[in-house]
């Protein structure tokens, strides 16, 4: 996997200097930044839950952190777009022939933290690197719904149109990202939903929603299994074959 790279926006005189061999230069980077909207109150703490959890198994997802303006939280991703024109929609066919490991990671991801906005814009495939950027995950985890909802989905696949879902061919795949997923230390996942409750995740409902990854991860298969209709690429045969990961 090549090394990602972000778009540089100026260089800014330090109030210091020394005569260190190391001496940094303060740059100004770019990003692109979310708040919470009365439609999607939870858009920051999904953007940051779900940027932590996707850089703990190591997916391609820019890096993001928070930053405050006017009071309010906002959710910052970094700025990959080095060449700054409008980015096209990928061709999922290409991508999952290209990277069919990573996009089953994609996939696998986004069926854990019940992603159901996945499509062609909110992934970007370099030709040139072959590199594959996993962005935008504002409706996942609690989307623009509550608690509750997210609640309900624990047996349910709930990634609605995923756009790399019908093109893997090899669910064998998926075996890997599932296993990293399941790697994950339970207090890390615990720790990033509970610091998400100061961006606006609900108070005293994020060890409900730990509970239910932890819980969901372990049943990811299983989830699979039951509604692979959506994998219409593979066959039953290839649908994790006799593989006991369970």
């Known amino acids: 996997m090549s090394v990602p790279r972000y778009k540089y926006w100026m260089t800014l005189p330090l109030s210091q200097r020394t005569d260190s061999v190391c001496e940094p230069e303060f740059f100004g980077v770019c990003g692109f930044a979310k708040c919470a909207q009365p439609d999607m109150p939870y858009i920051v703490a999904n953007e940051y839950a779900a940027n932590r959890l996707a850089s703990a198994i190591l997916l391609p997802t820019p890096p993001g952190f928070i930053v405050e303006k006017d009071s309010k939280p906002y959710f910052v991703s970094m700025d990959f777009n080095l060449a700054g024109e409008a980015l096209p929609p990928i061709q999922p066919d290409r991508v999952v022939e290209a990277l069919p490991e990573l996009s089953a990671g994609v996939i696998a991801f986004d069926i854990w933290v019940c992603n159901r906005d996945r499509h062609e814009e ?13 962005f935008d995950h504002s409706h996942a985890l609690l989307g623009d719904g509550d608690v509750d909802q997210f609640l309900a989905k624990k047996n349910e696949l709930a990634i609605e149109t995923h756009c790399l879902a019908p093109s893997l061919i090899i669910m064998e795949t998926m075996v890997h990202w599932i296993d990293r997923i399941k790697a994950i230390p339970e207090y ?35 989830l699979i299994r039951t509604d692979y209709a959506v994998f219409r690429s593979a066959t039953d045969a290839m649908l994790f074959g006799s593989t006991n990961h369970d």
């Open 122 to 134: 909110n992934l970007h495939y370099d030709l040139t690197t072959n590199r594959l950027e996993v």
């Open 188 to 222: 890390y996942i615990r720790e990033v939903l509970a610091d998400s409750v100061s961006l606006g995740f609900p108070q005293g409902r994020e060890g409900q929603c730990a509970d239910m990854l932890i819980d969901r991860r372990r049943n990811l298969v299983d």
